[in-house]
């Protein structure tokens, strides 16, 4: 991924706050964008929250077997270790994108904003590159 892009991933409701309150330092998936270290996040809250609530940095990205990386990872993702087998199960790779630098809009983005704004836009399932010239922030976005 380009340093002129960022990437939207849809989250949860419940694990979004966990990422806002910083008890959430982990975001787990199975597949993964093409992202790397320094890269954009904007998280996007899906059902029934449906807005664009903040963005963070990557730290790091940990590529492991899912048994591997619960021993890196697991108090980190805010998730329990039966909620991550069930998530993890059939996978033979996981992947751990660290957060870092965490930024919470002080007034969240709804998806009504968004369509109208970026014509075209549909929530996505997982994760969808975003061009950074359509990227731009509140400058008083909250930690």
């Known amino acids: 991924?380009?340093?002129?892009?960022?990437?939207?991933?849809?989250?949860?409701?419940?694990?979004?706050?966990?990422?806002?309150?910083?008890?959430?330092?982990?975001?787990l998936r199975r597949t993964c964008p093409r992202v790397q270290k320094g890269n954009l996040v904007l998280v996007y809250v899906s059902s029934p929250v449906k807005a664009l609530a903040g963005f963070f940095r990557i730290s790091q990205i940990?590529?492991?077997?899912?048994?591997?990386?619960?021993?890196?990872?697991?108090?980190?993702?805010?998730?329990?270790?039966?909620?991550f087998d069930n998530y993890y199960s059939g996978a033979a790779i996981g992947f751990g994108i660290c957060i870092d630098r965490v930024r919470r809009l002080n007034n969240p983005v709804s998806l009504e904003w968004l369509k109208v704004k970026w014509p075209g836009f549909l929530?996505?399932?997982?994760?969808?590159?975003?061009?950074?010239?359509k990227v731009r922030f509140d400058s008083q976005a909250a930690r």
């Open 1 to 27: 991924m380009s340093s002129q892009n960022a990437v939207l991933l849809s989250i949860r409701p419940k694990y979004a706050q966990k990422i806002f309150n910083g008890t959430k330092t982990v975001e």
């Open 62 to 83: 940990i590529k492991e077997t899912p048994a591997r990386l619960w021993r890196l990872v697991g108090p980190d993702a805010g998730i329990s270790k039966a909620e």
């Open 123 to 133: 929530p996505p399932q997982s994760f969808c590159y975003i061009g950074r010239p």
